[in-house]
C-alpha cells in the first residue's frame, strides 16, 4: 500500500505563492493519475488539480485555472502542486490522492481518489 506525505504549506499573505508537495513510499505512482484535493473547515472536500500518470494531461477546478499548476516527476515519486496568486478562499487542508477507480479517464471524482495522506494546511491571510 502506498503511503503519501503531503508538505508546503503554511501562513502566506493573499497575493503571495506556495509550492506543495507530495512524495510516496511504498509503491510508485508512475502508473497511476494523481490529484491534488482540499478541505475547508465544515466544507466537504473538493478537487483541485490532476494529473495522467505520464505528465501528459492536466485537469484544474475552474477555482484555481490559471493560478495553479499541478506536476510529477516519476522518478522520484512525487507530485506537486504550484500555486501562485493566492487568495483567502484558497486556505483548506490540501492533500493528494492517486486514482484508484476508473483508471481509464483523468477523473476530478473524490471518490475515484484513495490512499489519502494526512493532508497540509495551507493559510492565506487577507
Known amino acids: 500500500q502506498v503511503q503519501l506525505v503531503e508538505s508546503g504549506g503554511g501562513l502566506v499573505q493573499a497575493g503571495g505563492s506556495q509550492r506543495l508537495s507530495c512524495a510516496a513510499s511504498?509503491?510508485?505512482?508512475?502508473?497511476?493519475?494523481m490529484g491534488w484535493f482540499r478541505q475547508a473547515p465544515g466544507k466537504e472536500r473538493e478537487f483541485v488539480a490532476a494529473i495522467t500518470w505520464s505528465g501528459g494531461s492536466t485537469y484544474y477546478a475552474d477555482s484555481v485555472k490559471g493560478r495553479f499548476t499541478i506536476s510529477r516527476d516519476n522518478a522520484k515519486n512525487t507530485v506537486h502542486l504550484q500555486m501562485n496568486s493566492l487568495k483567502p478562499e484558497d486556505t483548506a487542508v490540501y492533500y493528494c490522492?492517486?486514482?484508484?477507480?476508473?483508471?481509464?479517464?483523468?477523473?476530478?471524482?473524490?471518490?475515484?481518489?484513495?490512499?489519502w495522506g494526512q493532508g497540509t494546511q495551507v493559510t492565506v491571510s487577507s
Open positions: 511504498g509503491r510508485t505512482l508512475s502508473s497511476y493519475n
Open positions: 490522492a492517486p486514482q484508484v477507480f476508473r483508471r481509464w479517464v483523468l477523473s476530478h471524482t473524490v471518490g475515484d481518489f484513495g490512499s
